[in-house]
């Protein structure tokens, strides 16, 4: 079910906002807006934090073991290729084919392009119908820092674990978790935000700092970038899918589905667990305990925090990747 037919505000939002299409079209349309104007930063912008916060990472989740040989893998919601690329750097031997899908046009030619050097890539626009159209089962199929984004999650999950083969897995990196409540960890975080806006405003006392703006300057061609907001809006209104402008909180709200409303935004890995009953849990592992700090510029000090926070609150992180697995043979349920 998708989220909106549950979700009284959100289908409110949609009503609101549309201008005479389905809630189906028009979440679509906005996704699709909004990432391509994502796609445009997010290689420099987005994209290396969470290169940076999964690399210790890979060692636990991307073992020798996890792909045989001549193997059919999936990257379902591409974006520009992270995952990809980090599975390729690892098992570009194993991998016969790679499958890269998202249903943004933009984000697949950016992936298109940051995969190039790779022979046994392909790509596909659309959902997962649109994959099964290939007629493959999967080895591997790796989501990263996608299933907040999907309005209709039990649909998705259910798909990914017909799509596996007897034995694949599926590795879902990078997910926002619900249980990042912790008041130690959320109060971690503030100090840590603040600290950094301390340093950035420093930064600006060292006459190098106007050099480096000078060349962001030379290669956007404008001094400030335009806010994606307003680049969706300009988009949705040439295309009268709006019927009024979307404000940044209701644009969030329409591309990152997974809100509850009230309490902490994103999932448990044991609500997943019930959303994917044939797979089993193989590992998690939650991270990112200072929330949505930039991780690469974080001090040695908050470096130590943050690790001693993941040994006393181990499951309580922003962030989680889990690894699931599809047994080798179907079993059998028996009614009683």
């Not at 073991?65 to 031997?93: H, K, M, N």
């Not at 989501?143 to 798909?159: F, N, Y």
């Not at 109060?187 to 962001?216: F, H, I, T």
């Not at 943050?306 to 079993?331: H, I, M, V, Y």
Request: hydrophobic share 40%; glycine share 6%; proline share 5%.
């Amino acid at each position: 079910m998708p989220l909106w037919q549950s979700s009284p505000q959100l289908r409110e939002l949609i009503d609101r906002k549309r201008a005479g299409l389905s809630p189906e079209q028009f979440v679509l349309k906005v996704s699709n807006a909004y990432h391509a104007a994502e796609a445009k930063t997010y290689d420099e912008q987005v994209r290396p934090d969470i290169a940076f916060r999964l690399a210790p990472l890979l060692d636990e989740f991307l073992t020798p073991d996890l792909v045989p040989g001549e193997a059919t893998a999936l990257d379902y919601g591409c974006g520009t290729g992270l995952a990809s690329e980090l599975i390729l750097q690892r098992y570009a031997r194993r991998i016969s084919r790679l499958v890269c899908s998202d249903l943004s046009p933009v984000m697949v030619e950016h992936c298109r392009a940051n995969l190039s050097r790779y022979q046994n890539v392909s790509f596909v626009t659309g959902d997962f119908e649109a994959v099964k159209r290939l007629g493959l089962q999967f080895d591997l199929i790796v989501t990263c820092s996608v299933l907040h984004h999907i309005p209709d999650l039990p649909a998705v999950l259910l798909q990914i674990s017909d799509m596996l083969s007897r034995g694949g897995h599926y590795l879902a990196m990078h997910e926002p978790s619900a249980r990042f409540d912790n008041a130690e960890c959320l109060a971690a975080a503030k100090r840590c935000e603040g600290s950094m806006q301390r340093r950035s405003r420093l930064q600006w006392l060292d006459p190098r700092a106007y050099g480096r703006k000078v060349r962001n300057v030379w290669r956007r061609g404008s001094l400030r970038a335009i806010p994606i907001v307003d680049q969706v809006n300009a988009a949705l209104r040439e295309e009268g899918v709006v019927s009024e402008l979307l404000t940044w909180e209701e644009l969030k709200s329409l591309v990152e589905l997974n809100d509850p409303g009230e309490g902490n935004v994103g999932f448990d890995v044991q609500s997943l667990r019930a959303l994917m009953p044939e797979l089993t849990l193989v590992h998690a592992r939650h991270y990112g305990f200072l929330g949505d700090t930039d991780y690469r510029n974080v001090s040695s000090y908050w470096r130590r925090k943050d690790l001693e926070l993941q040994r006393r609150f181990p499951e309580e992180g922003a962030n989680f990747c889990t690894l699931w697995r599809k047994p080798t043979s179907a079993t059998i349920r028996t009614k009683t």
